[in-house]
């Protein structure tokens, strides 16, 4: 990135960044009891400018880098996960579409983002999720271009739109896949294009079916897009989507860090919130007293130190990681293991905000469980980060199996 976001410029991305956090925070139960998306909030989004958060200057955007962008995208988490879950789409989307684009897609859709337009990545299938080779199919056309067809089943941010990146599978003119595992690989591509729908969720050779229901992160409206014949041009051929992706995925797993990193700071303001004033009056079990506070008993504030040393933990290391790779520190380490070392800081996150939603309730007691309490949601919520990509058991593997190989063994 040639011309990069100054700290005044920060700071008033930062206080945008609030403003919104506290709307988000607002409106968060609602969207969740109502397990819908908060249409409403995309105008307001917009007005914050940070649409165009991380959008290079070049193309009109204000420059964050990855720092900046985390530290952004935590504040905004901290109002409402869930919320702010779905417009992380559109920040992992431009993060990553930045590192593939040509000169000229840069201009135009990253040009069309500093104006105001919103991007979703909807690549999840049904058969196997974001590691599943695309089955969605890009059927060739005599005038050019392609017509996608099959579905995503993780549309996250579709409800608010206006471009749509995916993957699909290039096949022969009649539609058939490639017949080798090779050829599959390589034909599977990455693409851009408009993405328009009516107030039903139906457009020209695409529809949203609104399937979202789920554990937690209601408000995402993470619903399945169903491709029939959904034209792109040839223009919106981007890149080799294995091989290109997976040199940016960086923009993914360090955003969703960044979003379990703000629900970190939700839980321990939450927990002492209640804690710190919480009178059980007369008690009569592990504390036999006349009057019993709940922020003197012993294990409510070992509890509480934890969550905090846990939530420094993971602050230290979501920005340390961001801060390597603005360094360059990742040349370091051995290019295959680069993607999964990166995602430590994600399931290190996940791992740790999941252990505090946890904590947190037994902390506060039996009302945490109620629904509508604060806790018993980031407890759903939190759930969620076990399955973006790259998850723990799929990264241990992945490291696993690069340091036993006899290659590496050897060197
Ligand atoms: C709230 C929410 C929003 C989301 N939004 C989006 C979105 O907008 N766009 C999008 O594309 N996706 C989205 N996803 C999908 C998500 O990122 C995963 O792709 C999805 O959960 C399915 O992948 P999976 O690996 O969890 O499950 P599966 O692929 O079904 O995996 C099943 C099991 O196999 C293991 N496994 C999978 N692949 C491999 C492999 N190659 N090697 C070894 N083990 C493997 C998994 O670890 C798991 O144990 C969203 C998920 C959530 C929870």
């Known amino acids: 990135m040639s011309d ?17 956090s506290e709307y988000f925070r607002e409106i968060g139960p609602d969207c969740d009891v109502k397990n819908k998306f908060p249409k409403q909030s995309i105008a307001k989004f917009k007005k914050s400018g940070l649409v165009a958060l991380n959008v290079p200057k070049e193309y009109g955007g204000l420059g964050a880098d990855i720092l900046q962008t985390s530290k952004i995208i935590s504040e905004l988490s901290r109002g409402d996960s869930a919320i ?49 080779l695309a089955d969605m199919t ?6 050019g271009g392609w017509r996608l067809y099959g579905k995503k089943v993780w549309g996250t941010l579709s409800e608010a739109a206006n471009i749509v ?15 080798t595992f090779e050829e599959r690989v390589e034909q599977e591509s ?29 408000a995402t409206g993470t619903h399945t897009i169903h491709f029939e014949g959904f034209y792109v041009p040839e223009d919106g051929f981007v890149c080799s989507w294995r091989g290109g992706a997976f040199g940016v995925l960086e923009w993914a797993s360090l955003m969703f860090a960044s979003i379990y990193l703000g629900m970190q700071y939700r839980v321990l303001e939450e927990a002492r ?8 009056g ?14 003197n008993v012993g294990h409510i504030i070992d509890g509480i130190g934890d969550m905090a040393s846990r939530v420094e933990l993971s602050r230290r290391v979501v920005h340390r990681t961001c801060q390597e790779l603005v360094d360059g520190y990742d040349d370091n380490w051995p290019v295959e293991l680069r993607f999964p070392y990166i995602g430590l800081a994600k399931t ?13 309730m037994s902390l506060v007691g039996g009302s945490s469980f109620r629904r509508g309490a604060i806790f018993e949601r980031l407890y759903r919520d939190s759930a969620a980060s076990m399955f973006q990509p790259l998850n723990a058991d799929q990264s241990c593997t992945y490291i696993g199996e690069q340091l036993l190989a006899p290659e590496e063994l050897s060197d």
């Open 273 to 280: 919130a209640v804690l710190s004033k919480k009178t059980l």
């Open 165 to 179: 990146t995916t993957n699909a599978t290039i096949t022969d003119a009649d539609g058939n896949l490639p017949d």
């Open 84 to 132: 702010t879950l779905a417009y992380n789409m559109h920040f992992i989307m431009v993060g990553m579409c930045m590192g593939l684009f040509s000169e000229a897609q840069n201009k135009e859709w990253l040009g069309r983002v500093a104006d105001g337009d919103i991007v979703f990545g909807p690549f999840s299938e049904q058969r196997a999720g974001f590691s599943g």
């Open 190 to 218: 990455f693409f851009v294009a408009e993405f328009k729908v009516d107030a039903k969720g139906q457009g020209d050779g695409v529809r949203i079916e609104r399937t979202w229901d789920a554990l937690g992160m209601h």
């Open 282 to 295: 007369a008690t009569f079990g592990a504390i036999a007293a006349a009057e019993t506070k709940v922020a």
């Open 4 to 20: 990069k976001m100054t700290e005044d410029e920060f700071e008033a991305a930062f206080a945008a960044a609030t403003e919104l």
């Open 138 to 143: 890009a059927v060739p056309q005599p005038e």
């Open 348 to 360: 290190f996150t996940a791992e740790n905000v999941m252990y505090m939603t946890k904590r947190a």
